[in-house]
């Protein structure tokens, strides 16, 4: 089984953009919370649900210190004159009874700039192929019925899906094993 603390790979947006998909770090923290600045009021809410602007610095150093058993989250960054920046982020946190864990909520953040160029189908490919390994067998996401983007990323990702509405909430379900 691969050390995800130290997954990192090169991919290529669809704008031709090289980028590096890699495991959080807890050194990351600066940087999230830079990233996260620079998302607009409306990118925040979709991702966050609420009129918030910043995670707290408890939240910031869970986001970034994670266990990468039942926590996997990911970086999308780009080189830039500043150095390495964080354009994107992913992560699924396991949850359930079963031991090991079998079912992960999952998350995705990508900045508007660098949205509907494949980062978050990326991180979610990478982070299906982890939770696969890890034995997941679904990944749960709870999505604003507005969020039209996250919803079309879900949908094309290729697995089997269930989709609800609820709560005021599309709840949707993918199969990692393949089966409705």
Do not use: W
């Not at 790979?9 to 923290?29: F, P, S």
């Not at 610095?57 to 869970?62: F, I």
């Amino acid at each position: 089984m691969m050390d995800v603390r130290k997954f990192a790979v090169r991919e290529t947006l669809k704008n031709g953009l090289t980028v590096t998909v890699r495991a959080i770090r807890a050194d990351d923290l600066d940087a999230l919370q830079a990233a996260l600045r620079r998302l607009d009021e409306a990118a925040f809410y979709l991702r966050f649900f609420g009129p918030k602007r910043e995670l707290t610095q408890r939240e910031l150093t869970e986001a970034t210190e994670v266990d990468f058993v039942r926590t996997i989250a990911l970086v999308t960054c780009i080189q830039d004159e500043t150095g390495e920046r964080i354009i994107g982020a992913g992560r699924y946190i396991a949850y359930g009874d079963a031991d090991p864990p079998d079912r992960a909520e999952l998350a995705f953040t990508v900045e508007e700039d660098y949205q509907g160029l494949g980062i978050a189908s990326i991180t979610l490919r990478h982070l299906a192929a982890i939770a696969k390994q890890m034995g997941i067998a679904e990944l749960y996401a709870e999505v604003l019925p507005e969020n039209r983007g996250m919803l079309k990323v879900l949908q094309r990702s290729g697995f089997p899906l269930r989709q609800e509405f609820a709560d005021g909430l599309v709840h949707v379900i993918l199969s990692l094993a393949g089966e409705e």
